[in-house]
């Protein structure tokens, strides 16, 4: 039986998330960027983002949150280790200065940013701590940073694929490297709270957004199809036979969630933490 390529034997988890998202910007604009985009405004307002307000987009994917900064009049640097990625950010969000960098290696002078945010970056980091305190370190005394994160549990919507997994006889999960135990935390609205104190930020604060993500399941397959991701690059490696009966598992699951004219509803939830740099920190 084939087997998912493991990368927790040869890379690190920097290095094995290098490789989940290689070659997928196509792919995330069809389908996870209109996801991602339902908490773009809270994470915005949470880091006061408005008109010539400093801006750092961490791990900026096609640029959406880029594009939603620019359009309140802020002054936009955007950074993703992804260059397919960029090259859709770029042609999205031409006033926007973009970057190909990763977490903790910035091109950027500390105390450059007004305001630092990232939409559902932190999981692609593996050393979090490191990378909270180098994006601290890139933002102005009084300044905000402020992240998403999916919890922990998963809603509905996320556990779709999962669901379809478990179902198939014979499916070969896919590993990815452990994060060192000293650099890990809870995916908890107070474990995220704990990560932006335990880096130096000061008057943090969280809330939590529920929504319904609107799809069909035929949109909602191109992530897998296409590779994307963790899910998409384990259906590949599969075999075949259990290709097929994964698909037909995943059918199952979406008919359950879809309303009489095919719309499938897909309950999210996500954690807005924010928190702001004080002198000397």
Not at 210 to 228: K, V
């Amino acid at each position: 039986m084939a087997k998912p390529e493991d990368p927790s034997t040869s890379l690190t988890f920097d290095e094995a998330e290098r490789v989940l998202w290689a070659d997928s910007g196509t792919g995330y604009e069809a389908v996870y960027a209109s996801l991602c985009a339902h908490t773009i405004p809270a994470l915005l307002d949470a880091a006061a983002v408005a008109a010539d307000v400093a801006l750092l987009d961490v791990g900026t994917g096609t640029g959406n949150v880029a594009r939603a900064a620019v359009a309140r009049g802020a002054r936009v640097s955007a950074i993703d280790a992804e260059p397919s990625m960029l090259d859709l950010a770029r042609s999205k969000v031409p006033q926007a200065e973009f970057h190909l960098a990763t977490v903790p290696e910035l091109p950027f002078e500390a105390g450059t940013f007004d305001a630092v945010v990232g939409n559902f970056v932190l999981d692609h980091f593996g050393r979090p701590r490191v990378a909270m305190r180098a994006l601290r370190s890139v933002t102005k005394p009084g300044g905000r940073v402020a992240f998403t994160l999916w919890p922990a549990e998963r809603s509905a919507g996320r556990s779709i694929f999962p669901r379809a997994a478990a179902a198939t006889q014979g499916w070969v999960p896919r590993q990815m490297p452990d994060l060192e135990a000293a650099d890990d935390y809870p995916r908890t609205e107070e474990g995220l709270a704990g990560l932006f104190r335990e880096t130096g930020l000061a008057d943090v604060t969280t809330t939590v957004i529920e929504w319904d993500h609107l799809t069909t399941a035929d949109e909602w397959w191109i992530s897998i199809g296409s590779g994307i991701a963790g899910s998409g690059r384990t259906y590949q490696a599969q075999t075949p036979e259990i290709r097929a009966v994964f698909h037909e598992n995943y059918q199952r699951v979406a008919a359950e969630m879809s309303d009489e004219d095919g719309t499938m509803r897909l309950p999210y939830k996500a954690f807005v933490a924010v928190g702001t740099v004080t002198e000397g920190t």
